[in-house]
């Protein structure tokens, strides 16, 4: 199962997760969210991960030329905002996770041509105003409807050591996305923290 540690801030700690195993560090491109940080810091973030680790940059409604600048540094461009498919195609889908903030059913039908594609989708919790960061657990019930449909498909949403036994005992993703709840302060990771989140992860063993 693939383990993302999003909203990394510092060189140092994602050099040291990605040591732990994470096979994701997320970073957040978006100005408004109190983990941002700008290309520069990316690019030192990005040198610091061993090469099992891939890159994440998470945008929220960019635009397509700060996009493609991103994919120079980005392993992986995580669309977080209310882009629309006809612009996402644009870009590698290999290369791509895009993200729905889970409130109701009705969405699985926003979902078909990505799952159509095989594109990864990370599903998060609603939130008005929130562009994930909200540290609430996500709609369990209407999550397992959308896995019933599609596999490819990473949970995020108030994930940390206090509930992903119970989460991956109902659940079975393709990966699993945390940060909030691993955090000191935003941006900050508690690194033994996230040692465990990822050490459950990795030998958790489902009993069917």
């Given amino acids: 199962m693939i383990v993302k540690i999003c909203g990394i801030t510092l060189p140092q700690q994602a ?13 957040i491109f978006y100005q408004k969210s109190p983990r941002y940080v700008d290309l520069d810091k990316i690019k030192e973030i990005k040198q610091s991960l061993n090469r099992n680790t891939k ?16 994919f120079d540094t980005a392993d992986v461009i995580q669309f977080h905002g209310d882009e629309e498919y006809s612009f996402i195609k644009n870009f590698p889908k290999e290369r791509v996770i895009k993200v729905f903030r889970l409130k109701e059913e009705s969405q699985i039908k926003q979902m078909e041509e990505y799952m159509k594609d095989n594109y990864c989708l990370l599903l998060d919790t609603y939130k008005e105003g929130m562009y994930g960061g909200t540290g609430e657990i996500i709609d369990l019930q209407l999550l397992k409807k959308v896995l019933k449909l599609y596999d490819k498909i990473i949970v995020s949403g108030g994930l940390g050591l206090d509930n992903i036994k119970d989460v991956l005992s109902q659940i079975k993703p ?7 709840k691993l955090e000191i302060k935003p941006g900050i990771k508690d690194i033994n923290k996230v040692k465990q989140f990822i050490e459950i992860v990795k030998s958790y063993e ?3």
């Fill in 174 to 180: 393709y990966g699993v996305d945390a940060s909030s």
């Fill in 15 to 27: 050099k040291e997760i990605s040591e732990l195993g994470a096979d994701y560090i997320g970073t």
């Fill in 55 to 70: 890159l994440v940059v998470v945008v929220v409604n960019e635009d397509e030329k700060t996009v493609e600048k991103l």
């Fill in 206 to 208: 489902p009993n069917n």
